[in-house]
Each structure stands twice: as structure tokens, then as C-alpha cells.
């Protein structure tokens, strides 16, 4: 009320547990699923426009109890932005990832900006509506940045009026491991063979072969074995099916016993 002569007693004020969400952990991990794990913190714009509310599709690959709801306003590019108080660490976590419920299709715009750094922002289309679908950015490129905002563009570029866009798990993880090239489970990836398919001189290989010493770094049910031939520089290759892109390869490694002494 604007004014009020009242007099307001108030008593008895505790901080309890056994709450719904007692005793929760913070994951860092989790920048907010919406339940327990609330650790965002909403500025604006976007602030006023975000409401946690029950799953109104529980159903595929989001079955939890709660979520937001997310109103677009008007323009292309109404922001919803969580800021933190100190430089965004993006050292280790860098993958931005949140489950989305769509109304339309569209391109879902991630940002940093904020900090001393540049602002650096990613697209990444949002191609099936009515249901849900995980959407990630990549942000390991700003791993050694310095970002203080993290914004969120709904159906960027787009005029989305009172659009309702339901959002949950919004996290920031690790990448992925790399897929290997070869692990010799479920038969053979690669084309393997001596130079030219000659065995005299660049040896023979057979696999996939059962481990034969699952111990130590390479506890995996099978390997491949190589046998050197009689040339100094034996050799031993092999065809990749679809090529390989090394545009963003840093390293190749694979696992030798440790017997074995090799250049």
C-alpha cells in the first residue's frame, strides 16, 4: 500500500531446516536447474521476465518437476543475463549448455561480455519447437578471457513479442572427451597394414586381439598387436575412412606397454 498507519508486530524469526532443498550442496557445475541448484543471479534486462514454474511438459529429456518460464520481449534481441561478481572461470568449464522448450525456431545467441575482455558471442540454431532439446555453446576459446555477464538471446534477431520459452539446467562443464580414432572394441575402426602390404620389411598386425595384460592405463578388453619387420624403419599403417579434420586437433596419443621402447 502507498501509506498505512498499521502497527505490525513481528516475532520469532528462524532460519529452519528440513526443507525441500536443506543441506544442498552447491555444484558448480550447475549454474541453475530451477530446483536446488539456484545459483544464477538474474540481472537486467531479463530479470523480471524469468519465473520458475512446474514442468509444463515433462517429457523426453527433461522429466523435472521445475522450470522457467521465459517471456521474449519486444525487439530482436531482449536479453535475459546472468552476471557474476567476479571474471566468469572458464579455465576447465567452458561449455555452456541449457534445455530449451520453443515455441518457434530460431537462433539461440549466447554471450560473454563484461570483465576487460572483448565481448565474444556464439549462434547456435534452435531447429524443433514444442518439445525439449539441449542447446550448448562452445566457449573454450575464451578459456584465458575475462567475462563478467553471461546473456542469452531467445530466437535471436526476431521480433518475439510475449513469446513463452520454457528453460531448465542451464550448466557450464567441461568439454566432451575426444572420440578415438581407434579402440579396437566392436572389430577395427581403420584399415591397418604394413607399408605397401609388405610384411617382410614393415612387419604384420592382427586385430582386434583380446588384452592380453589389462592392467595399469589400458584396462580395455581388447587392443591391436604389431609386429615389426626386418627394415629399420618398419612401418605400420593405416586408412581413414572419411578422412580426419586437424583444424582443431592439438594432439594424437596412443597406448604403448611399457616394455616397449619407442621414437
Request: proline share 6%.
Amino acid at each position: 500500500v502507498q501509506s498505512s498507519a498499521d502497527n505490525l508486530a513481528v516475532d520469532n524469526m528462524i532460519a529452519a531446516t528440513g526443507r525441500l532443498c536443506a543441506g544442498t550442496v552447491v555444484d558448480p557445475t550447475i549454474i541453475d536447474d530451477f530446483e536446488c541448484q539456484r545459483n544464477a543471479s538474474y540481472g537486467i534486462p531479463g530479470f523480471d521476465d524469468i519465473s520458475v514454474i512446474a514442468n509444463p511438459d515433462a517429457s523426453g529429456i527433461n522429466t523435472s518437476d521445475n522450470v522457467a518460464r521465459y517471456t521474449d520481449q519486444e525487439g530482436g534481441f531482449h536479453a535475459l543475463v546472468i552476471s557474476y561478481n567476479s571474471a566468469i572461470d572458464l579455465a576447465t568449464n567452458n561449455q555452456v549448455c541449457m534445455k530449451v522448450w520453443a515455441p518457434v525456431t530460431g537462433n539461440l545467441l549466447f554471450k560473454l561480455e563484461g570483465g576487460v575482455s572483448p565481448a565474444f558471442e556464439t549462434g547456435v540454431s534452435v531447429e524443433e519447437t514444442e518439445t525439449w532439446v539441449e542447446i550448448c555453446a562452445d566457449f573454450s576459446s575464451q578459456s584465458n578471457a575475462n567475462h563478467t555477464r553471461m546473456v542469452f538471446f531467445l530466437n535471436a534477431g526476431q521480433d518475439g513479442t510475449n513469446d513463452i520459452y520454457y528453460l531448465d539446467d542451464i550448466t557450464i562443464t567441461p568439454p566432451p572427451p575426444a572420440a578415438a580414432l581407434e579402440d579396437f572394441e566392436d572389430g577395427a575402426n581403420l584399415s591397418w597394414m604394413p607399408l605397401n602390404g609388405d610384411n617382410a620389411l614393415h612387419g604384420t598386425f592382427t586385430g582386434p586381439i583380446a588384452n592380453p595384460d589389462a592392467t595399469g592405463v589400458n584396462e580395455s578388453p581388447n587392443i591391436g598387436s604389431y609386429t615389426r619387420g626386418t627394415s629399420m624403419f618398419s612401418t605400420l599403417t593405416a586408412v581413414l575412412p572419411d578422412g580426419i579434420d586437424l583444424s582443431t586437433v592439438l594432439y594424437t596419443h596412443f597406448t604403448l606397454p611399457t616394455t616397449t621402447v619407442a621414437q
